[in-house]
């Protein structure tokens, strides 16, 4: 997949060159383009510089290539939604002014790539069937291969082996074994005849990959394959000769992409020998296995496949007797299994994509309004819509006839998502950016406005939930301090510290329960300072719970002071883990400690089995 988007990021990058728009705007195109390989965050405020000047001047063509570049960038940050949207306008405009855009299926091919990745596979279906649509007027027969080759994958994947394997057929027949793609899909159809249980089709097919010079990169997967074959077949040495093979040859390459590929032999090997009662064997290249999923980012382990490494270990122990292991690996098997459903679940791409069209319905039939909203009042609207929305909320909440825990604890939410959305902060950060604009700081506003709408974002996609990863809340409390620092002219320096067996991607925690106390320790703690302050957030785990320590060199203030002065996010803070307490049994404590001159120091202290 990522590979696949570089490759379209090169031919956009010479597009722009060669195309109709001269001048200025190629010229920014251009600096959008190498600032790529420097700072993603820097591209894509530029990129959105870039749209707006390319919409002025009417200049169309660098209208798609910014949103192409935008599209490009939110993926490559772990923002697939938004690369959904970017590339859904960029077709838009391409479809609605019929224009003739070179690389318009490739923009299609990008669009369903992604899709595929998330589960959407109908969408995934129709964006290749419209870029191969594309291909097919313009004869172009490499990019037809290409496009259906992907296209039999995601019939695979749900599991229309036949479809995927009628598609394969046809392109197979578009190709020679001098083409670029030929082996490629021979590998593909010989899996698919696996699935369909045409088991001697698949070691013909595999025999002719491992005697095919030109084949020599597909050879580990054509002893997979026949081990997995051998294995249906009963042929118990058979089976542990290929998957050995395999294994070797992929020890050698230390990519990527060859250590996700050996992940995957040794859970399919690890299943052959828990199979046949070989414990031990199972258990040594599980552990070898778990070694190596150290290497993958936890963002890139998007197949469940990588999870029944934990699941396969949790039974090899059982087996052995291990019962306090084989639970460890149960629990650790869950835990990484719903950290996965639950980031899926987060970009429901049939939703977004569905949003999307029903929002430019909207907008066509409200067209004589000619509404045109800027990112400032975007953002404002953001504000005011919720603010209303919450007040709304809790009106009707007074007419329900709930339990007395629950009301209470639903109510608590509500404060807090308020104090989230502080109206202070909000009216703030945009006076702010009126500020930066009239000093004639358009960088600055712009860097500013990115950063705040991903914070507004990330505190709306999470307005409904009573817990968060610890990894999203770090990821918007970095935003928040990153916009503080950019108010605060003296600055302050921010350190984080997370104790090493605490998983941040597993780990659960009350939302924005943070963020009220790194709000005091900069307003009333580190601004008052004459030289620079610091903050540190220290997250450690003792007796099962989670401490989260935060700590200034500001100005200070004693503890009685500062129990009385505290704003209201501490006191909604305070309020939401002592209910927490009552209604779930769920131990809480908040300390400070502080003296004036000597910085301030506050300790909260939660159950780390908070359940959503």
């Given at each position: ?12 990058l010479?597009?722009?060159?060669t ?11 251009r600096?959008?383009?190498n ?13 959105n ?19 192409w570049?935008k ?11 938004d ?26 091919g ?10 959407s ?15 097919i ?9 290409r496009?259906?080759?992907h296209l039999?994958?995601?019939y ?19 190709s ?22 045409e ?33 249906k ?8 000769f290929n998957?050995?093979?395999a294994?070797?040859i ?14 995957n ?29 150290k290497e ?44 996965f459903t ?21 907008e ?6 000619k509404?045109?909203g ?14 209303f929305?919450?007040g ?11 339990e ?7 109510l ?18 945009l ?5 930066f604009?009239?000093e004639?700081e358009k ?11 991903k914070?507004?974002?990330?505190i709306l ?32 320096d ?22 009220p106390?790194?709000e005091?320790?900069i ?34 203030f ?12 501490v ?10 307490k ?10 400070i ?5 000597e910085?301030?120091?506050?300790v ?7 359940d959503?």
């Amino acid at each position: 997949m990522v590979l696949r988007l570089v490759i379209s990021l090169s031919l956009v990058l010479t597009l722009s060159v060669t195309g109709q728009a001269q001048g200025k705007l190629d010229e920014e195109y251009r600096k959008v383009s190498n600032m790529l390989k420097v700072d993603m965050d820097s591209a894509l405020v530029m990129a959105n510089q870039l749209l707006e000047k390319a919409k002025e001047a009417n200049e169309l063509r660098i209208v798609i290539l910014s949103l192409w570049l935008k599209a490009y960038v939110s993926y490559q940050t772990d923002q697939p939604d938004d690369a959904v949207l970017n590339y859904l306008e960029a077709i838009r405009y391409i479809d609605e002014l019929k224009l003739d855009f070179e690389a318009s299926s490739t923009l299609c091919g990008n669009l369903a790539n992604i899709l595929r990745e998330y589960g959407s596979f109908e969408l995934a279906i129709e964006y290749y069937n419209k870029a191969i649509e594309i291909e097919i007027f313009e004869r172009d027969t490499f990019q037809i291969v290409r496009l259906n080759y992907h296209l039999a994958r995601v019939y695979r994947e749900k599991g229309n082996y036949a479809k995927s394997l009628d598609v394969l057929n046809a392109i197979l027949s578009l190709s020679t074994p001098k083409s670029e793609y030929y082996y490629n899909i021979l590998n593909r159809v010989s899996v698919s005849l696996f699935y369909l249980e045409e088991y001697d089709s698949v070691l013909a097919i595999t025999r002719t990959l491992l005697n095919a010079p030109s084949a020599s990169n597909l050879i580990d997967d054509a002893y997979q394959n026949r081990a997995l074959t051998f294995s249906k077949l009963g042929l118990q040495d058979s089976t542990i000769f290929n998957y050995n093979r395999a294994l070797k040859i992929k020890k050698g390459d230390t990519s990527q992409y060859r250590i996700v590929s050996k992940i995957n032999t040794i859970v399919d090997f690890s299943d052959f020998y828990i199979s046949i009662g070989a414990f031990e064997e199972a258990k040594g290249l599980l552990h070898e296995g778990e070694e190596l999923m150290k290497e993958v980012p936890v963002n890139k382990r998007n197949e469940e496949w990588y999870f029944e490494l934990f699941n396969l270990l949790s039974r090899v122990y059982s087996e052995l007797g291990d019962v306090e292991k084989s639970e460890w690996y149960s629990d650790k098997y869950d835990s990484e299994l719903e950290a996965f459903t639950r980031l899926h679940k987060r970009y429901n791409m049939d939703l977004i994509v569905q949003n999307y069209f029903d929002q430019k319905e909207k907008e066509e039939r409200a067209a004589s309004l000619k509404f045109y909203g800027g990112v400032v009042s975007g953002g404002l609207l953001i504000f005011l819509t919720s603010f209303f929305m919450i007040g709304k909320i809790r009106r009707n909440r007074t007419n329900r006839k709930l339990e007395r825990n629950e009301a209470e604890k639903k109510l608590a939410e509500l404060k807090a998502l308020k104090a989230q959305i502080n109206p202070h902060f909000l009216f703030n950060s945009l006076n702010s950016i009126q500020s930066f604009i009239l000093e004639d700081e358009k960088n600055m506003a712009d860097e500013y406005l990115v950063k705040y709408g991903k914070l507004i974002r990330k505190i709306l996609d999470h307005s409904n939930e009573l817990t968060v990863t610890l990894n999203d809340e770090l990821e918007a409390l970095q935003l928040y301090v990153e916009l503080e620092q950019l108010r605060i002219k003296e600055g302050f320096d921010f350190e984080v510290i997370i104790q090493e067996s605490i998983d941040p991607y597993n780990a659960m925690i009350p939302s924005m329960v943070i963020q009220p106390f790194i709000e005091n320790a900069i307003w009333h703690g580190v601004s008052g300072l004459n030289g620079k302050g610091k903050i540190k957030l220290t997250i450690s785990e003792h007796d099962d719970l989670i401490e989260v320590r935060v700590e200034d060199n500001g100005v200070g203030f004693d503890t009685n002071s500062y129990q009385n002065s505290a704003s209201k996010g501490v006191r909604l803070v305070r309020e939401r883990l002592e209910l927490l307490k009552e209604s779930a049994g769920q131990e809480s404590v908040v300390e400070i400690e502080g003296q004036p001159g000597e910085g301030t120091i506050v300790v909260l202290r939660f159950s780390n089995n908070i359940d959503e």
